[in-house]
């Protein structure tokens, strides 16, 4: 089992700057690939960036590919979410996601979510 928790969301000019994080329990935290979504109202859950168990691999939706980038801290048992550049349609709820495998998959069929953290960004 595990449990993640996600915090940095906030309010924000367009153009400006968050960086999510998302803290995992457990000891195999490792073990498994992570990823970041995002839902925003009246819309799907869609796909924002992903990682494989050691960093070497990453995959991003094309809307936010340049301005964000994924990274994790296995010693910390962490996974970042650096946004930069964030533009009005970026405001959402963002999920952290846990996938027991060390490969990145893009889709939602992940094991593990986190309760999401609002991202708002004003024009």
């Known amino acids: 089992q595990v449990q993640l928790v996600e915090s940095g969301g906030g309010l924000v000019q367009a153009g400006g700057s968050l960086r999510l994080s998302c803290a995992a329990s457990g000891r195999t935290f490792s073990r498994y690939a992570m990823g970041w979504f995002r839902q925003a109202p009246g819309k799907e859950r869609e796909f924002v960036a992903a990682i494989n168990w050691s960093g070497g691999s990453t995959s991003y939706a094309d809307s936010v590919k340049g301005r964000f980038t994924i990274s994790r801290d296995n010693a910390k048992n962490t996974v970042y979410l650096q946004m930069n550049s964030l533009k009005p349609e970026d405001t959402a709820v963002y999920y952290c996601?846990?996938?027991?495998?060390?490969?990145?998959?893009?889709?939602?069929?992940?094991?593990?979510w986190g309760q999401g953290t609002q991202v708002t960004v004003s024009s």
């Open positions: 996601a846990a996938h027991q495998s060390p490969a990145i998959i893009i889709t939602p069929n992940y094991d593990y």
